[in-house]
């Protein structure tokens, strides 16, 4: 375990289609993040879990993004219905408790909606 | 509302010139606040957060809580500083743990 995985590294869908991406966070790191990065600006917050439980959300993340971490170790995030505004760089991230903002990233899932 | 502004996209600067990448934030109560940087075909990764005082790669930040501003600054740059550079303050309070992260500045730095 030597970082953050994401998968897939890519997806081209159609508009309409759903999508899944996961992240593997470090194995101690008990806090996971998603942030989705779009041309030219800065990841934004979509959503953070302390080990299972969803602690916030941004007002980003509409009824059309799901996101679940079972038990604590991974995480997956679902969009349904896409459409071509999603498309963009799904970011995961992970932290521990004692440094809870110090996130480690992972290389991340490009969306492209047709 | 959280805001974080960085005013400059792109930023070009001579090899062995100063370097000075600017932030601003509008925060109520007291952030933390973090430089995180990502090289070309690397992760996002973090350079450095204003509580650890520290100075990474020659990189040095001074939170400036009158002025709102938590300025990155490098005296003499190198090729390899060529990078985007985000300031992402962070609000820890009422159980909220999110960055907000700046658009970000392109810096490149010209042999």
């Known amino acids: 375990d030597t970082g953050v995985s994401q998968d897939p590294r890519h997806k081209i869908t159609k508009r309409g289609q759903n999508v899944t991406f996961r992240c593997d966070p470090i194995s101690e790191h008990n806090r996971l993040y998603w942030y989705r990065q779009t041309l030219g600006q800065g990841p934004e917050f979509l959503t953070y879990?302390?080990?299972?439980?969803?602690?916030?959300k941004s007002r980003l993340l509409s009824d059309r993004f799901s996101a679940e971490r079972p038990k604590g170790s991974f995480s997956t995030l679902e969009i349904q219905r896409t459409e071509q505004g999603d498309s963009a760089m799904y970011l995961c991230?992970?932290?521990?408790?004692?440094?809870?903002?110090?996130?480690?990233f992972g290389a991340g899932s490009r969306l492209t909606v047709l | 509302a959280q805001r974080v502004t960085q005013p400059e996209k792109l930023l070009s600067v001579f090899k062995g010139a100063p370097v000075e990448l600017k932030c601003n934030y509008s925060y109520s109560g007291s952030p933390e606040l973090f430089w995180y940087v990502q090289y070309s075909r690397q992760r996002l990764q973090l350079l450095l957060r204003h509580i650890s005082r520290e100075s990474i790669k020659g990189f040095t930040a001074d939170l400036n809580k009158g002025e709102t501003s938590f300025h990155l600054k490098k005296p003499f740059a190198q090729e390899e500083d060529s990078a985007m550079y985000y300031c992402?303050?962070?609000?820890?309070?009422?159980?909220?743990?999110?960055?907000?992260f700046g658009k970000g500045t392109k810096l490149s730095v010209i042999p």
């Open positions: 879990f302390q080990n299972e439980a969803q602690l916030e």
């Open positions: 992402a303050p962070s609000y820890s309070g009422a159980g909220s743990y999110q960055l907000t």
């Open positions: 991230a992970s932290s521990s408790g004692s440094g809870a903002n110090v996130l480690t």
